[in-house]
């Protein structure tokens, strides 16, 4: 576990991110919980503001068109939680792209949920139909996806607060 002391303090909104299937949703409901604040799941977030789902919105209009919304979204947060008393679980690619990451330790306290890339592949080959961006993948295709990925994301991830 790392971690940057008294950070936390001086913030009040809570963000969880890491790759997908990592448990950053239950984690955050638990976590919201234990500190009597609201908890946002990105993801549901955007599909009650599009009334659309994620998965329609990646296959309809495409990913760049996706992470435009996410963006807008994870701002609107801000706006909508005045008191900032929220834990939020983004999604796995959220703090990857259009400067995201940079809003996030901006505005809140970031913890990076590291699973095992083992536990991840199980739990994927199990939802498969849920992620848009796997659900097409083989078994095989599916691991070699998530080492990937996965590489290419933690960059991002690594710069969160705290590492779990």
């Known amino acids: ?3 940057i002391p008294n950070k936390l303090k001086a913030q ?3 963000y ?3 790759f997908m299937a990592t448990g950053k949703s239950h984690t955050g409901k638990l976590l919201s919980q234990r500190l009597n604040y609201t908890f946002v799941d990105l993801d549901e977030y955007i599909e009650k503001l599009t009334h659309c789902s994620v998965t329609t919105l990646f296959a ?3 990913e760049t068109y996706f992470r435009t919304i996410e963006k807008d979204c994870l701002q609107r947060l801000i ?3 005045p008191t900032g008393k929220i834990v939020v679980a983004l999604g796995g690619g959220t703090p990857c792209f259009n400067q995201n990451m940079d809003f996030i330790r901006q505005t809140g ?3 990076f949920i590291n699973t095992p890339l083992s536990e991840i592949y199980q739990r994927l080959q ?3 139909h849920k992620r848009p961006l796997v659900a097409h993948l083989s078994d095989m295709e599916l691991l070699t996806f998530i080492q990937q ?3 290419q994301r933690y960059r991002f991830y690594a710069q969160a607060d705290m590492e779990i």
């Open 126 to 128: 199990k939802e498969k």
């Open 16 to 18: 969880l991110l890491g």
């Open 109 to 111: 306290f970031s913890i």
């Open 1 to 3: 576990m790392r971690f």
């Open 60 to 62: 309809t209009y495409g």
């Open 12 to 14: 009040q909104i809570i």
């Open 79 to 81: 706006t909508a939680h």
């Open 149 to 151: 990925l996965y590489l």
